[in-house]
Structure formats: C-alpha cells, structure tokens
C-alpha cells in the first residue's frame, strides 16, 4: 500500500518533505490538511495524530510526525543519493547540527514574521504593533546572519559542495515570511544565490509551485474569516501573541 | 588529541552530553564554560562555538555544536551500542521524532519555567506575573501530557524497552524546573515511574554528579551579586517581556 504523507504547503515543514518526496520522485499520496480551517482540530486527525501537527507520515500503521524525522525516514527507506544526508562523520555532523538548531532560531523568527501579520489579526482584530514586528524581524535578521555566517559561510551549499536536506529545511523556512509581504533575503546577496541553488537543484518549477498557497496570503485570510470553527480556536492562539 | 567537550552543567542539552559520554566510558577533557560568568561571550568560546551556545565540541579541528548532533557523532565514532540511536528503521525514527519535537516544546516550556521562577527575579527584581506564570506552568504541563500520552504510552522507555537518546534528552529537561524548586514529576505516577527506570539505566551517581550543579541553583543564587548577572537583561527583556 502507498505512504500518505499529510500536508499544507503553507507550513515551511510540510514544503520541505513536499519538495524531497517529488524532487526525488518518492511515490506517496498527498494527503491535503487544510490549516486555515482548523483541520488538525478535528476528530479525524486527532485519530491520526494528537499532538496536531502537520507534516505526518502514515507507511501502512507506521503513523510519523516531524518534518526531520520524516526526511530521514525517507533517506533510509528510499536509499536516496549520499548528499542528502551524507554516511562521512563530519559531513553528517554538520547536517544533524544544522537541524538542531534551527528549531529554535531559523524557523521559530521566520514563522514570527509570518504569523504577526497574517495570524495575529484574526486574533487579536488588529494589526500587530510595529514594536512586536520590529522585535520579530530583528531576531530574524540575527538567524539569518548566523546562516550565512556560520553554517554557510563561503560553501555553495550548507555541508559543502553537494545540497542536503539541511539546504531544503533552510530554504522553506526562509519563503516563509514572503507570505507576510517580507523579502527575508533583501539586501542578501549572498544568501540569494544560495536559494536560487537549493530551487535548481530541487526543480524552480516545483519549488514555485511548492510556494503558490503561501503567496496567496489574501486567499488566506479570507478562508480564516470565513470559518467558524476557527473562530472558535481564538483563545488558543492568543497565548502565542500575549 | 582527545575530544574537548564544552559544558556548564547548569545547562540541559550540556547534561545530556556528559551523561552519555560518560555513560559509554567515552575519553573526553571537561572545558568549563560558565554562563553566570557569561564565559559563552568570551572571544575563545566564541571561535569555538560561533552561536555563542553550550554544549560544543572540538575534536581536533573540528568543531561542533547542538547537543543532538554532538551526542549523534560520539555515538558514532566510538560505536555506541545500538539502543541509544538503533540502527532499525522505525525504532530510530522514533528517537528522531521525539529530538525533534522536544525542541520547541519541554525545552522551551521548562526553561521557561526555570527562568520565570528563579532567574528573571533575581536578575530583574521583580517577579514574573502571576498571569504569566500560569501561562507558562500551563505549558509546561501540556508537554508533560504530551509526553506520557504520546511519547511514552505504556512502554517503558520512549523507544523500545531500553533507554536511548530520546530518553536522556527528555530526563535532563523535566529536571530543570526543579532547580526553581518546582517537582513536574509531582502527581505524574507514570512520568515518576520512567524517571525511575531512567536514572537506574543511567546508575544513579552519573545522574546525581550531573544534577548536582542544577539542584544546587536556588542556593548558588543567593550568593550571586545581580548586578554581575546585567548581561542577561537584553534576553530577557526580549524572551518573556
């Protein structure tokens, strides 16, 4: 039987096991989770799932969450190329450090950014003050930095000259504020390179695809205004704001 | 050359890297970095460790950093045995999903915590709002939840019947709040229970010598002169205010 993988291409995580399962011609059922209608709240994918987050693997009764563990599932299961996720120590180090620590930096500020301006007026019913913007596009620029600085420096790619899934999680993650109308990599020329390397190496066709629900952010917030049962979740998202 | 590893015990993720290098008998030289001392901002440190975090690793001329990828390259270098990061498909990536998902949840929630009780008022003289606190205790328990429900369920470690770095990564978080004097295993029979079976796999003088700092925090802040812990204020400020 084929592995579902579940998905919203909205979420920087399901866009980077999207882009692996096709760039590398994985066979899966794409199974469509519809975020901005509150559908990991449901029953159902309570069923599948109860910690509610999307990307999930199901392999048969083999049920998988987190985009990393799933990436690497992948790379075991499918026996993919070695630069994906190289066998050499040290290689392999860089790569396993690189998706430690961007849980917490990377991905944590660029979502910020994103969530400021398309999530906190549906919850709070107005626009999110400039400081809290401020304060989220700085922590940004410091994750950014440190990418560039530290684990790209002057290698075309994150573990040297070869893309890895480290290059694809980066890469997501840093579109994601695109769909707040913010060009993370403005003035960054040296990280724009390195983007429009990791889209050719994954297909800038596919990648393009990959981000069409993310730049339709006005088709967004129409669907989360127009659902009840999102409304109903407001409460909990007013924690992340506070 | 034998592997530097940099530690301040003080520090979960550094907790986790001693116990398992010394768990597996594994030849390593202690480097001291002291975070009350704010040594982490030290231009020696930082050529070591560009994020400026601890845990780091230098073998020769390597150097490494993040807990996950320092204990996932000892593991590997001096062949470890299977059960702390198995070679089986499904049992690795379930360690994978549980060092993953740990980040942005009990790491975050119970450092939270730690910091909310004992930290930010000795630093910032005040205390943390009740509102915010229950926030955050809030959390915390929902983690907590989250970990017997679905991490753990009735087996008795997270991965299989044997601990492996999930486990670990997991015993050094829950522990952190107690150094503010606050017991999470408290009314948690099924999480009293694993931290049991933890400690026990781990031998109970490598888990006390690792806690040791950490369980001793509320004192040591009491000797502590504020005005030396300043360079804590910008993270703060920016983190919970």
Redesign the interface.
């Known amino acids: 039987s084929t592995m579902e993988i579940y998905l919203d291409l909205v979420s920087p995580p399901c866009r980077a096991v999207y882009l692996f399962a096709e760039a590398l011609k994985i066979p899966y059922a794409f199974k469509k989770v519809e975020l901005s209608a509150g559908q990991q709240y449901t029953e159902e994918f309570g069923k599948l799932s ?2 509610r987050k999307v990307p999930v693997l199901k392999d048969g009764s ?1 049920v ?6 799933i990436l ?2 992948l790379v ?2 499918c026996s993919v190329a070695d630069h994906w996720f190289p066998a050499e ?2 290689q ?2 860089r790569v ?2 690189y ?3 961007q ?2 930096n990377l991905r ?1 500020h660029c979502s910020k950014v994103f969530l400021l301006r398309t999530l906190y007026p549906f919850v709070m019913g107005s626009e999110a003050p400039k400081d809290k913007m401020d ?1 989220a596009v700085e ?1 940004m620029k410091q994750s950014l930095d ?1 990418l560039e ?2 684990f790209l420096q002057d290698k075309p790619f994150i573990v040297g000259n070869k893309i890895s899934v480290a290059d694809v999680v980066a890469m997501v993650e840093i579109m994601q504020p695109l769909g707040a109308g913010v060009d993370a990599l403005d003035g960054r020329p040296k990280l724009t390179a390195w983007r429009d390397r990791v889209k050719k190496e994954l297909g800038v066709k596919l990648v393009d695809q990959a981000h069409e629900a993310l730049l339709d952010s006005s088709g967004l917030q129409q669907k989360m205004q127009n659902n009840t049962e999102l409304q109903k979740l407001k409460p909990m998202f007013l ?1 992340y704001f ?1 | 050359m034998v592997v530097e590893l940099y530690l301040d015990l003080f520090s979960q993720p550094c907790r986790s890297v001693f116990i398992f290098a010394k768990k597996n008998n594994i030849p390593f030289e202690f480097k001291k970095v002291s975070l009350m001392d704010g040594e982490h901002f030290g231009d020696e440190f930082g050529k070591i460790n ?2 400026r975090k601890v845990p780091a690793l230098r073998d020769g001329d ?1 150097c ?6 320092i204990m ?2 000892l593991a ?2 001096f062949q470890t045995p299977d059960r702390w990061f198995p070679a089986d ?2 049992l ?3 360690v ?2 549980y ?3 740990q ?2 949840a009990i ?2 929630h119970g450092s939270k915590m730690f910091w909310m009780r004992l930290m930010i008022p000795k630093i910032m003289g005040i205390d943390v709002p009740k509102e ?1 606190m229950d ?1 955050a205790l809030e ?1 915390l328990n929902a983690s907590l939840t ?1 970990i017997e ?2 991490f753990l369920q009735d087996r008795p470690f997270i991965v299989g019947d044997q601990m492996s770095l999930a486990d670990l990564v997991a015993i050094v978080e829950i522990m952190q709040p107690l150094g503010a004097g606050l017991d999470m295993f408290e009314g948690r029979p099924k999480l009293s229970a694993w931290r049991d079976r933890v400690q026990a796999s781990i031998g109970k003088d490598l888990f006390d010598e690792a806690h040791q700092g950490i369980l001793g925090a509320q004192d040591a802040m009491k000797q502590v002169d504020p005005s030396k812990l300043e360079l804590f204020k910008p993270k703060i400020l ?1 983190l919970f205010f």
Do not use: C, P
Request: glycine share 2%; net charge positive.
């Open positions: 109860v910690v083999f998988l969450t987190e985009s990393t563990a690497q599932y075991q299961k120590l040290q392999r180090a396993d450090e998706l430690s620590w849980h917490l944590s304060a922590d440190l600085e530290k924690k506070r | 560009k994020i390597f490494l950093a993040e807990s996950v990828a996932l390259y590997e270098k498909l499904r690795r990536s379930r994978n999903e060092l993953s998902w980040h942005m790491r975050m915010k926030g959390d989250l429900e679905n920016r």
